[in-house]
């Protein structure tokens, strides 16, 4: 069945008002599968069912991904759960753009990056030890993502906590301080 330009816009455009409930579009006229997040849940209800809440904001204040993203088994499966586009270095070991931000991905580091931690509700954010394609989402949990040189996301119901270079600072000082206090 071939599709009309004027179907593919409806289309896109209802999608555009139930992305959260899980509506993907298709201008071939075939149907697609539903998400795994059927409907759209609010992030108190997302996380007391069990799943998972993904947030990911841009230095720009843009925020790429808010919303329930189900049962992933790690922090890429979340990100492509949400349908947010990853980029990845030319060696393909780290995520240098999300949702196609920056764009293109940068040559030389300049020291901003996409920083990744997550929470529980009422909690705080906690700079995460391991990268998106090891870690392993906890049920009840929310993974957040931020792109700067300092950041931390920016989520009601999570406190912020010191930014991933203020942490790393803060643990060479403790371990410094160790060192001369053990001896």
Do not use: H
Request: contains cysteine; glycine residues 10%.
């Amino acid at each position: 069945m071939k599709s009309s330009p004027t179907l593919a816009v409806a289309a896109l455009g209802l999608c555009a008002i139930t992305a959260l409930a899980g509506c993907s579009s298709s201008t071939s006229g075939s149907s697609s599968s539903p998400s795994n997040t059927a409907t759209a849940l609010s992030m108190k209800d997302c996380t007391s069912q069990g799943k998972v809440w993904l947030v990911v904001q841009t230095d720009q204040d843009k925020t790429l991904a808010n919303q329930c993203v189900g049962t992933p088994s790690t922090g890429t499966a979340a990100l492509e759960a949400a349908n947010v586009a990853i980029g990845r270095s030319s060696d393909g070991k780290m995520i240098c753009t999300l949702g196609d931000y920056p764009n293109p991905c940068p040559a030389t580091f300049t020291g901003a990056y996409w920083q990744y931690y997550t929470a529980t509700p009422n909690g705080s954010w906690t700079y995460s030890d391991k990268g998106a394609d090891d870690s392993s989402p906890k049920a009840g949990s929310i993974e957040g993502w931020c792109y700067g040189t300092t950041c931390t996301p920016k989520l009601d119901g999570v406190s912020a906590a010191p930014s991933a270079s203020q942490s790393a600072e803060a643990s060479a000082t403790n371990s410094a301080t160790s060192s001369v206090s053990g001896s």
